[in-house]
Structures are given as C-alpha cells and as structure tokens.
C-alpha cells in the first residue's frame, strides 16, 4: 500500500496562503491522492483528491509534480477555521480503505 | 442535506454487555465503513461493505461484527466489548469504491468507553 508522509506541524498567518507538503514516492501510477482534515475530534472532511493534473475547488488547490511523488495542498486564503489536521491520503491497494497517518497540525494565528 | 449519521454519539458501558453502534447514510452510497481514531495510531479501518449483504474485514475487525441487511445503514456490533476497544468511532460512505471514486462522506464519531 503506498505510504505518505508530511511534516508534523505548520504555522500559518490568518489572510495568507498555507502549502502543505506530502511526499508519496511510492504511490502507484493508477492511485489517486486524497486531502482530508479533521477539526478537533469531529469526522474527518474530504478537501480535494487528484491522479496527475494540477486540481482546485471551492476550498483548496492540489499540485502533483509529474513524477508523482510528492503534491503540496494550498489553501490560498487561511482562516482561524481552518486550523485542523490534514492528512494526505493514498487508498490502500484494493480501494477498499484510506491510509491515514498521522497528518499535519495546522495553526493559523491572527 | 446529504449526511452519514451516527448513534449514539457518546456511550460509557461496562466489560461484556453487548452494544451496537448505528450509521445511516442519505446518499444512496454502495460503500460504507467503519474506523476507530486511537491517540498515535490514526484511523484504522475495521469493516467495510461495498454493497448490500457484502462485507468484509478491515485492519482490525477482532472483536467487532457488521451487517448490511439495506443499503442506507451499516450497525456495528460490539458483542463482548473490553476495555481495549475503548476509542473514537467513525462511520463513512462513498457512492462507489475508494479507489478513484470521490469523496468519502464521515459521520460525526462515537465516542466509546469501556469500563
């Protein structure tokens, strides 16, 4: 199953851009990445997911290096709601479950 | 409003005294399962059923029972519960597999504890 990683914490000031990095070198041609975070102890919520090409939405962008192994998830305008836990997420091989590791710690201040 | 339900949200019980844990979704979704989020271990994956009558074992299914007898609701059965099954529980359905397919709906967590 591929395995990412991400740094354990991140500061982020309230009005600015935060860029939170995941490598996944091991992630297979075919395995989408996934973008949850969890606020406090609620469930976690579905940001953004994407394969190869560069993706945005309503809340957030993603960006896929073309060898695949790494993206960075930017929140282009950070809010005090959007202190949480992010985690970066690859299926496991079957499609059956999400990996979760331990995420990045989001802090932004005013 | 689209949602994935659970009750109850909180529950002390005691060693040995059987309890279900209900999830409903309103999504018409095939897949739904079932984490626990434990302090340093993340979410782990219990059971998941990728249709009605099909389930199967997750990461860590010992202890626990599922069945999904319609297609909106996935019970999680405790039918002995210990103590070591003290933990945050997550209910989550997805219109198809995970593999590609989009969001996973989560609901808002179970609370459990087991004296």
């Known amino acids: 199953d591929a395995k990412t990683t991400q740094p354990p914490s991140m500061d982020c000031a309230e009005g600015r851009a935060a860029n939170l990095p995941c490598n996944h070198s091991?992630?297979?041609?075919?395995?989408?990445v996934y973008w949850y975070r969890q606020i406090h102890s609620q469930g976690p919520q579905y940001i953004i997911h994407g394969l190869k090409n560069n993706e945005t939405n309503e809340m957030a962008s993603l960006i896929i290096t073309e060898d695949r192994k790494s993206s960075t998830l930017i929140l282009p305008h950070a809010t005090l709601r959007d202190t949480a836990v992010y985690y970066c997420i690859a299926p496991n091989q079957a499609g059956t479950a999400l990996i979760f590791g331990k995420g990045t710690t989001l802090s932004v201040s005013s | 409003e689209a949602q994935v339900t659970q009750n109850p949200r909180y529950l002390i019980t005691v060693t040995g005294k059987k309890l279900t844990v209900t999830c409903s979704q309103n999504m018409n979704h095939e897949y739904m399962s079932w984490y626990r989020q434990d302090p340093g271990l993340g979410l782990r994956q219990i059971y998941y059923s990728m249709n009605v009558e099909v389930t199967d074992k997750g990461d860590v299914p010992e202890g626990y029972k599922v069945s999904r007898k319609e297609k909106r609701n996935f019970p999680l059965i405790l039918e002995s519960p210990s103590p070591n099954q003290t933990s945050l529980y997550f209910c989550a359905s997805s219109l198809l597999g995970l593999a590609g397919a989009g969001e996973q709906y989560f609901g808002p967590g179970t609370r459990l504890t087991v004296t």
């Open positions: 091991t992630i297979s041609g075919n395995e989408y």
